[in-house]
């Protein structure tokens, strides 16, 4: 027999208005505010053995990722195109995989480093280089633990956007040996069964088809898109059904997640 799969309990779902003002950056121009309806689901999933899953992943918006298990957060990519974050002062790590906007902000560092000083940031030397607060630079292959998660760094790359355009540094993370995100890249986890994967579903240097290629490459058992925000609701869907079909190839489930939804892992 296959591994056991989740099975969601609830009450899980709850639809509530919501006017989030996402911080300007300057190379981007000023604030603006985001309105609309959000669906939050908690996914409280648990083995078919009745073991209940530790770690909890919630999607933010764009690729932003917010990490939970033991009492303690891990934040991944909150970038410019995701709203105020609340809830930081349980914040042990922060990894940011690439020095692009849409994966990190000042403001967004200012907040989580004044509700817990002395969160260590880990991420390229381009971001330590930008960044007004000590980040530290990792490398592919390198291993860190903080708090109650360990990381081990994969990639090294940014997709190729144009040729025109410079390549610059990305990195894929492995949180608990269970949960991948491979940042702004296809990079694949060398000899990891990956239990969970975030993957890409929209950017300037994302072809779908590549997507479904690096999701069979993959084979998660739990898959969800993220980094979606330049996509239409229609362009959304349409790139879900796409990753779903290929997380099914191997016996894998896909979730829609939209932002304020988690999973567990």
């Known amino acids: 027999m296959g591994p056991s799969r989740p099975v969601l309990s609830g009450p899980f779902l709850q639809l509530f208005k919501y006017d989030t003002t996402i911080p300007g ?20 999933c648990r083995s078919d053995s009745g073991l209940t899953a530790g770690m909890r992943i919630t999607r933010h918006e764009h690729a932003a990722l917010r990490l939970e298990h033991d009492g303690q957060t891990l934040l991944i990519d909150p970038g410019a195109f995701t709203a105020p974050l609340d809830g930081l002062s349980d914040v042990v790590g922060v990894v940011i995989t690439h020095e ?6 000042a403001v967004h560092l200012d907040r989580i480093l004044q509700a817990a000083p002395g969160t260590p940031i880990f991420s390229t030397a381009a971001v330590a280089a930008a960044a007004d607060h000590l980040v530290t630079t990792v490398a ?33 993370v492995l949180v608990n040996d269970t949960f991948y995100y491979p940042g ?9 069964a990956v239990d969970t994967l975030a993957a890409p579903l929209g950017a300037p240097w994302l072809k779908i088809g590549e997507a479904m290629d690096f999701v069979l490459s993959v084979a998660p058992r739990r898959c969800f898109g993220t980094h979606d925000m330049t996509l239409s609701p229609i362009g959304r869907n349409m790139h879900r059904e796409r990753l779903r079909w290929a997380t099914e190839q191997h016996n894998g489930e896909f979730y829609d997640l939209d932002p304020g939804m988690s999973v567990d892992a």
């Not at 950056?25 to 409280?44: E, I, S």
């Not at 702004?184 to 990891?192: C, E, F, G, R």
């Open 25 to 44: 950056d300057p190379n981007r121009g000023p604030n603006t505010v985001h309105r609309g309806r959000v669906a939050l689901m908690n996914l409280a």
């Open 184 to 192: 702004d890249s296809y990079a694949l986890p060398d000899d990891v």
């Open 100 to 105: 692009h906007p849409d994966h990190w902000t």
């Open 140 to 172: 592919p292959g390198q291993t860190y633990a903080v708090g109650a998660f360990s990381l081990r760094f994969f990639g090294g790359e940014h997709a190729v956007i144009h040729s025109s355009l410079p390549t610059i540094e990305n990195l894929g």
